[in-house]
């Protein structure tokens, strides 16, 4: 879906643009990508792992825009792309239509800054207005700025699942499931 731009102020006071990805966007998404999976080990996947090319990103990009219930939020400062925050739908199932799963991650540069509240609350209230009754994710079990995060937006945790993730030195993380109702 395409998200009209509003702007809000970071607890710096920074101005944050909100918007929806544009296929313009595919080769900053792409260096986003590498570059936040080489800065912490709460997201999915290792940066040599994200091979994505352009093209692929501009196709993924175009089918959150022609979507009714799906949106890829990004967050700029300065002109400069900074994070984003997906609403996706759990299934395509008339028997999933009121879940929706939300993801959310930024440079850690902007961490800590109020800004992935306000994306997270920003795409909440979308998922809302469209018809969701409840958003659930997904999160490394020891992401405590993060669950704490989700928690002070209502989520809260219904499962577990250990050992989600083995990282390349042969450790292992948990991950917590948390879901709000909308």
């Not at 101005?15 to 595919?26: K, Q, Y």
């Not at 509240?117 to 795409?123: A, F, G, L, N, P």
């Not at 083995?166 to 993380?173: D, E, I, R, V």
Request: proline share 3%; hydrophobic share 35%; net charge negative.
């Amino acid at each position: 879906m395409k998200f009209e731009p509003i702007s809000a102020h970071d607890k710096l006071g920074r101005e944050i643009i909100l918007r929806s990805a544009e296929p313009s966007d595919a080769k900053d998404l792409i260096d986003y990508l590498k570059i936040t999976a080489g800065e912490t080990p709460f997201l999915i996947r290792e940066p040599d792992e994200i091979t994505i090319t352009e093209e692929q990103e501009i196709s993924f990009i175009e089918s959150k825009l022609s979507s009714d219930r799906e949106l890829m939020l990004i967050a700029t400062a300065d002109g400069k792309h900074i994070g984003n925050c997906s609403l996706m739908s759990v299934a395509p199932f008339k028997r999933y239509s009121h879940r929706c799963e939300i993801a959310i991650a930024l440079y850690q540069k902007y961490c800590d800054c109020g800004i992935g509240k306000i994306m997270m609350q920003t795409v909440l209230d979308i998922a809302k207005s469209l018809g969701y009754e409840q958003a659930e994710l997904e999160v490394v079990s020891d992401n405590f700025r993060a669950i704490e995060l989700y928690t002070k937006l209502g989520f809260e945790k219904y499962g577990s699942f250990p050992k989600n993730m083995k990282y390349s030195n042969g450790t292992y993380a948990d991950s917590v499931w948390m879901m709000k109702k909308l």
